[in-house]
């Protein structure tokens, strides 16, 4: 028999467009430093410039110059959080202009990605003070808890100097409240910062509408090529290169342009926003089905995070009694492609830092499954595996000490 | 949230993971003559293991688990091992045994193969108590970890049965690692390894 071999991992990453793949082989050959001066140069560079008025659309930045081209989310984040530790010692920022007059304190949340919880927990341990906030049963941030972080007299750590809370949560989808969460910093005077990687191409994206200072954008999770991202960084914003050497990217980050992983971005990026009210349309519907088929065949099923504000295409549940490792495998065996929350699967012993801030308990995270869908999901798809998960999770539950009463003589 | 190179199972793990030998069927009448139960779903894995003894020797067995592939597929192995063996002989089974005649495990996931062994033991544990019979293979398969002091890793499971749960309660109950402290890296991995499996 064929073996079948269905995808739903969009959110660990994307394969590239055809479009994308197809321009990116015409232009493999395009070899000259886009920061050269001769004709070469100046053609390689063009490239560059229109990809970032792609990029730049895309969010709705209306200078293309915020825009900064970096090797992916994780470069991005780092460099708004090394930022913030130059600022925070009081040094002038090297580009942009800003004063953080004692400003140190920094405020994420207990979901973010790692690359945002471990250049956070670099300033704390550089004595920042940094809190990372409480999220609610459906990975909403507390909102009542911020605003009393950013209020000095009813917090200890002083006049906040950054906020960054992440627009959507990689694991369960949940949607936050950029906007009015960057008003409320706004109004305590702290800069803003967004981790927008799983929003960006799913749900409109814009940078005014939120209001936020810095943006983070990668390439590989809208169906462009991997080692490349950008940080959107409002004008005048403050930036410190988190790599110095050359003057490229106005001095924010050196490296010889990657221009092939660029223009495959300005690509992706053009076609994500032409493409973004019908994708996301048609990827909540075969959630929709995908859930709703979940919950009607398999019983104790707990759907993760929020109900509505979530991402089109991330559907995280739990199975009781089921392990996650072990119904990802079983699902694998089946040509079907997940990932899981179980701390089996990180190689530690602790499950999703996520769901566990969500509350669920470590038996729900243990034992979480989340599908992510893309461009390529069929609804046929989506049959495929609404067939193959139900014998698989009661198979590993009848042999599960959890689930049945067990006698012995 | 899963790395690609963790999946490197072997063929027989993947064949012992799809089809497990002497999975307790809660429709079959199993009647055991003694069970042993170990792990913590919290921690991700719990094992039951129930078997029936005839003249010290392990008749037949059944098993369940909630957990992960690497110990569903060194359960299912063990369980067939052990099957007809004598107690005394089937206690000092090692995990490193049932990872060697699985073809293998992936260096992360022998931890999650160490459940199996134990839930035996605990079971024979308990049939020899009920007979009177307490501690008679204990210490048999002890590994010194200690040189010291002569502790093995024995009497660091002891402790955490016992209670402890941090280095501090370990060296309290054993005054391990209080003379030349050699021994300390692998005492906490083996601290940590038995409260995982033995806390709560």
Sequence with gaps: MQQRFVYMDYNATTPLRPEVKELMVRDLEVYANASSMHEAGRRARAGIEAARASVAALIGARDPQELYFTSGGSESNNTVFGTMYELGRGRAPSVGRYRAEGRRKVITTAIEHPCVMNAARRLADEGFPVVFLPVDGQGRVDLARLEAEL???????????LVSVMAANNEIGTVEEIARIALMAKAAGALVHTDATQAVGKIPVDVHAWGVDYLTLSCHKIYGPKGVGALYARSGAPLEPLVRGGHQEQGVRAGTYNN????????????????????????????????????????????????????????????????????????????????????????????SHVLMATGVGPELAHGSIRFSLGRDTTEEEVEYVLDKLPPIIARLRRMSTVSAEIRSA | MSDAFQWLYSDVVKEHFTNPKNVFDPDEKFEADAEGLVGNVKCGDQMLFLIKIRDDVITDL????????????STSMLSEVVKGMGIREAYGIKPADIARRLGGLPENKIHCSVLGDKALRAAIDSWLDKRGRSGEFAGEDAVVICSCLGITDKDIEQAVKDGARSWEQLQEATKIGTVCGGCKGRAQELLHEYVHIFGD
């Design chain 1, 260 to 351: 092939l992983g660029i223009l495959g971005f300005g690509l992706a990026a053009e076609l994500a926003r032409r493409d973004l009210p019908e994708f996301s349309a048609r990827l909540r519907a075969l959630r929709e089905r995908l859930r709703e088929g979940i919950v009607a065949r398999i019983p104790q099923v707990r759907v993760n995070g929020h109900p509505t504000e979530v991402l089109p295409n991330t559907l995280n549940a739990s199975f009781p009694g089921a392990e996650g490792e072990s119904i990802l495998l079983s699902l694998d065996m089946e040509g079907i492609e997940v990932s899981t929350g179980s701390a089996c699967a990180s190689g530690s012993l602790e499950p």
């Design chain 1, 151 to 161: 209020d000095p007299s009813r917090s200890e750590g002083g006049p906040t100097l």
């Design chain 2, 62 to 73: 059944r098993w369940k688990t909630y957990g992960c592939a690497s110990a569903i597929a």
